[in-house]
């Protein structure tokens, strides 16, 4: 078992940044892939980025590409995603997810085991 506890989120103004942070408890937190996920008001959760456990690669929705980096400290158990650039479309639940062990950097939801409970991201315009 997995728990994810998110933070860092908050109100920003368009253009501004924060970084959100999510502290891995329970396994060996450098064997799981982790993942970012969104969830904004009306719309179905979707995919933000994901680190891999192995090589540390990265990947990105196309809506965040450029703006957003994630990263990972496996001696904190901690990993992060950096957001820039900000937009009002941006405001969502953040969520932090991690895949089963071993498991591969992927963007569909239904296949990450554990979650955060999520973080509130708001951008003003």
């Known amino acids: 078992q997995v728990q994810l506890v998110e933070s860092g989120g908050g109100l920003v103004q368009a253009g501004g940044s924060l970084r959100l942070s999510c502290a891995a408890s329970?396994?060996?937190?450098?064997?799981?892939?982790m993942g970012w996920f969104r969830q904004a008001p009306g719309k179905e959760r979707e995919f933000v980025a994901a680190?891999?456990?192995?090589?540390?690669?990265?990947y990105y929705a196309d809506s965040v590409k450029g703006r957003f980096t994630i990263s990972r400290v496996n001696a904190k158990n901690t990993v992060y995603l950096q957001m820039n650039s900000l937009k009002p479309g941006d405001t969502a639940v953040y969520y932090c997810?991690?895949?089963?062990?071993?498991?591969?950097?992927?963007?569909?939801?239904?296949?990450?085991?554990?979650w955060g409970k999520g973080t509130q991201v708001t951008v003003s315009s």
């Open positions: 329970g396994r060996t937190f450098s064997w799981y892939s």
């Open positions: 680190i891999s456990w192995s090589d540390g690669s990265t």
């Open positions: 997810a991690a895949r089963p062990r071993f498991g591969t950097v992927v963007a569909e939801e239904g296949k990450y085991d554990y």
